[in-house]
């Protein structure tokens, strides 16, 4: 969700940082901050999502550097970055630097929307009829990569950290490129498909191959990683897969994978009370003319095809249908990113999902209320987490979702006034809140309305308790959980 910039969030507490490497490098293609021109000054913005802002925590206490594709307009100019591109965030270790990348117009196109974004992240969430194989793509995917890869300092002492889908081929390049003894740590923060969608990927093995130069690959859930090794054990013959032991020996490599899922930021967040009065939310709220007297269904998602935005209209539309007493009772407020809006299929679900909004509120609308209040426009941080802490029923209906943090941060932002989790069985979320959520298949209609209207009619005493124990799994699995699973795995890397 990086099109939209947050207020200052307050940094992730330290780490057991002490053995973090000398020379420790972060690999995304999202940067954690972003220059543009407005109106004749430079802005500065953090793009959202919890992840960038957590390892800019990281690395605003340890020092180390970031290497990412700047995508700010006015992330080159030259009052902003030293002549080798390198920005120096204020705030942090002296030692901490930015690295951007400068990716013409046609590499974003064919690396970024193009490959990225048009074959691995439909592939992997099993959406195949959005894969567009266009040559182009792959030949963008590849130079790109290579790119990521030349910029990495190959210290043998050092960890590389390489995050995401994006850059599935740096490991190879860095190897290949005498980056042998470097400790090289991939995470994949998106599904891994079954092998037989892998399988009609044209790149399949080149892919693997570049994975398999990692020393460990990393996923969010236990189904990922071992769709992950059957792939390898499948399609990759030279490769020795021991199951039991998830690694795969190839090519004189052992990796090694392992299961560590992104959180949520327990210790950073305020105490959701302090949100009421929060002056940005209050103003929305006002804008938005959103009536928190009335039960509020809440769902936030960037405005992608996965996220199941139609399905959950087509559920709210039946609810309306069969229990007209909910009209005016139960609202539902949609707050949507543009996301990737160069894609043709992104465009089209941004206009299909508007439609079947319109034609919700035209069916149902009456003198003083609207079933679904849309917000497709930019809210800073707080008034983001004013909207979670204002929901009664979270609803989360993707039709394929890696984990889906917007889900753990519904519950954790209720954490005074429980909230009802509607979690589709088909979010890696899912896997770790075990008992709490009602869970939802966005595919079955009539069955997510009922589970619309059970949460609308739960007692108090089943929603805390349901409540209780979605906190429980959420501490367990937060987001310095992960952090330091990282740390101890580089730490044992270089022992
Ligand atoms: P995805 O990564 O596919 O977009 P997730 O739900 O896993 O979906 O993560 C989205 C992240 O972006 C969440 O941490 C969410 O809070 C954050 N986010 C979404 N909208 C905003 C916003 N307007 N401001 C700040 N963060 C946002
Ligand atoms: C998912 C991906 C991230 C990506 C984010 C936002 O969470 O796993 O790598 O950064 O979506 O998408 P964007 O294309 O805007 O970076």
Not at 315 to 338: M, N, S, Y
Not at 392 to 397: F, H, Y
Not at 450 to 455: S, T
Request: hydrophobic share 35%; charged share 30%; net charge negative.
């Amino acid at each position: 969700m990086s099109d939209e910039p947050t207020a200052e969030t307050p940094a992730s507490p330290p780490l057991s940082t002490g053995d973090i490497p000398e020379t420790f490098q972060i690999l995304s293609n999202r940067e954690p901050y972003e220059h543009t021109y407005d109106n004749g000054d430079i802005a500065v913005s953090k793009p959202t999502g919890g992840l960038t802002t957590a390892l800019d925590g990281v690395l605003q206490e340890t020092g180390g550097a970031w290497i990412a594709w700047g995508s700010g307009d006015a992330d080159f100019d030259p009052s902003v970055v030293t002549d080798g591109n390198e920005f120096r965030p204020a705030a942090g270790h002296d030692d901490y630097v930015l690295h951007r990348l400068d990716l013409s117009k046609r590499e974003v196109r064919e690396y970024y929307y193009g490959y990225s974004n048009q074959v691995l992240w439909p592939l992997c969430h099993l959406e195949t009829e959005h894969v567009v194989y266009d040559e182009s793509f792959w030949t963008a995917y590849s130079a790109v990569n290579e790119r990521f890869g030349e910029t990495v300092s190959t210290d043998p002492d050092g960890v590389v950290w390489i995050q995401d889908y994006h850059l599935a081929l740096v490991p190879r390049v860095v190897r290949d490129g005498g980056g042998d003894a470097v400790t090289l740590v991939h995470f994949w923060h998106i599904p891994w498909p079954p092998v037989e969608t892998f399988e009609t990927c044209p790149q399949r093995r080149a892919l693997l191959d570049g994975l398999l130069a990692n020393d460990a690959v990393g996923f969010h859930i236990e189904r990922y990683r071992e769709r992950f090794l059957e792939c390898v054990a499948e399609l990759v013959p030279s490769a020795a897969v021991e199951t039991d032991a998830g690694t795969v020996r190839y090519d004189g490599r052992v990796t090694e994978t392992y299961v560590a899922p992104v959180g949520v930021d327990v210790r950073a967040s305020a105490p959701p009370d302090e949100l009421r009065s929060n002056p940005g939310w209050q103003r929305k709220k006002a804008a938005y003319d959103i009536d928190t007297s009335k039960t509020l269904a809440v769902g936030v998602d960037r405005l992608d095809y996965t996220k199941g935005l139609v399905e959950k209209l087509a559920a709210l539309e039946r609810v309306f249908e069969r229990h007209p007493e909910l009209r005016e009772e139960l609202t539902l407020v949609q707050k949507v990113t543009k996301s990737r809006e160069r894609i043709p299929s992104y465009r089209r679900y941004d206009q299909r999902v508007l439609e079947r909004v319109e034609a919700v509120n035209a069916r149902f609308r009456t003198d003083g209320w609207q079933p679904v209040i849309y917000i497709n426009e930019r809210f800073d941080r707080e008034s983001l987490r004013g909207l979670l802490r204002a929901a009664d029923i979270g609803a989360v209906a993707s039709r394929r979702d890696g984990l889906n943090l917007v889900a753990e941060e519904l519950v954790y932002g209720t954490r005074d006034d429980p909230a009802v989790l509607l979690l589709s069985e088909f979010t890696g979320a899912a896997e770790l809140l075990t008992d709490g959520p009602v869970r939802i298949n966005p595919f079955d209609t009539r069955a997510f309305a009922e589970a619309i209207v059970r949460a609308v009619e739960m007692d108090d005493e089943e929603r805390r308790h349901r409540h209780d124990q979605m906190l429980d799994d959420i501490e367990r699995h937060s987001l310095h959980r992960w952090l330091d699973t990282h740390v101890d795995l580089f730490t044992r890397r270089l022992d």
